[in-house]
């Protein structure tokens, strides 16, 4: 079996700044998927990516970037944290071009100060 | 568009009760449709899955879900509920073509099962 790891757990920020929260997973899953949990409206697509290299915008995608260096990693960075932020981070993978299931991390939760 | 509506943000239940948690979907064909739940601090992790064929679907830990097509809904059931049942229940789908990436998640059920 394989797993996602997300780090940090936690991340605590100021107003303004740059965050980066990052995701490995050891499945060699081709498709990668950042996903913004918010109490009471369940989980929202930021960014996924099919392949090293490629990016795909989801509904929530403005105010983050990603980056797809490698198969096995799948980074997201938050470009201006905004003020009484607080949410959770999921990445997820899927391991071929099927609609198979999609495998998560445990989430990155952020507050921003 | 597609989109996944979960009415019931919370269900409270007494343990060895029936449940029944709500999912419908709006989709223009047959989507693939998951329950995926998310115990406290954990990830998500899948529950059961509906490609194609016999309507209810059988997962783990003794749920299972039907899809109606005349009703866009996949509800999801079980005979008798644990207190380790207690957690957050999303439904989800994903258009049935290839190319197609995008899982999407209803806001999820918060169900707490009372000893």
């Known amino acids: 079996g394989g797993i996602i790891t997300q780090t940090p757990k936690f991340l605590i920020g100021q107003e303004g700044q740059k965050l980066t929260l990052k995701c490995q997973q050891n499945?060699?899953?081709?498709?990668m998927y950042w996903y913004r949990q918010d109490s009471g409206k369940g989980l929202r697509l930021i960014y996924y990516s099919i392949t090293e290299n490629d990016l795909q915008k989801g509904d929530l995608s403005e105010g983050y970037d990603a980056s797809r260096e490698k198969k096995s990693s799948f980074s997201l960075t938050v470009t201006s944290a905004q003020k009484n932020e607080m949410a959770v981070f999921l990445c997820?993978?899927?391991?071929?071009?099927?609609?198979?299931?999609?495998?998560f991390g445990h989430g990155t939760k952020l507050s921003v100060l | 568009a597609q989109s996944v509506t979960q009415p019931d943000a919370r269900v409270t239940v007494s343990e060895g009760a029936s449940l029944q948690l709500r999912c419908k979907y709006s989709?223009?064909?047959?989507?693939?449709l998951f329950w995926y739940v998310q115990y406290p601090r954990q990830g998500l992790q899948l529950l059961l899955k509906?490609?194609?064929?016999?309507?209810v679907v059988q997962g783990v830990n003794s749920f299972e879900a039907e899809f109606s097509k005349s009703n866009s809904s996949f509800h999801l059931q079980k005979a008798s509920v644990h207190w380790s049942d207690s957690a957050v229940y999303f439904c989800a789908l994903s258009p049935a073509s290839s190319g197609s990436w995008q899982l999407i998640f209803g806001s999820g059920t918060q169900l707490t099962v009372m000893p």
């Open positions: 989709y223009s064909a047959t989507p693939y």
């Open positions: 499945f060699n899953h081709d498709t």
């Open positions: 997820a993978s899927r391991p071929t071009i099927s609609n198979e299931r999609l495998f």
């Open positions: 509906y490609y194609s064929g016999d309507p």
